[in-house]
């Protein structure tokens, strides 16, 4: 049987942590003018996948 191959958008877009899959946050790529920087600031910190998604990201990254 072939090895199995991970889905290689996943592999650029997630982190795998300690115990929780790491993320960037969205709204981050245009049209930043009009975005607060309070706002931008927060964009910046890193999010976690959603318990109710982890099972569909490790899928993809063949864990």
Not at 30 to 37: D, E, F, S, W
Not at 41 to 49: E, G, P, T
Not at 52 to 58: F, G, H, M, Q, S
């Given at each position: 049987?072939p090895?199995?191959?991970s889905?290689?958008?996943?592999?650029?877009?997630?982190?795998?942590?300690?115990?929780?899959?790491?993320?960037?946050?969205a709204?981050?790529?245009?049209?930043?003018?009009?975005?607060?920087?309070?706002?931008m600031?927060?964009?910046?910190?890193?999010?976690?996948?959603h318990s109710?998604?982890?099972?569909?990201?490790?899928k993809?990254?063949?864990?």
């Open positions: 049987m090895k199995m191959k889905v290689k958008s996943a592999v650029k877009r997630f982190k795998v942590g300690k115990n929780k899959i790491k993320r960037g946050q709204f981050r790529s245009h049209i930043l003018t009009k975005k607060p920087a309070k706002r600031r927060k964009l910046r910190q890193v999010a976690y996948v109710t998604n982890v099972k569909a990201v490790e993809m990254l063949v864990m």
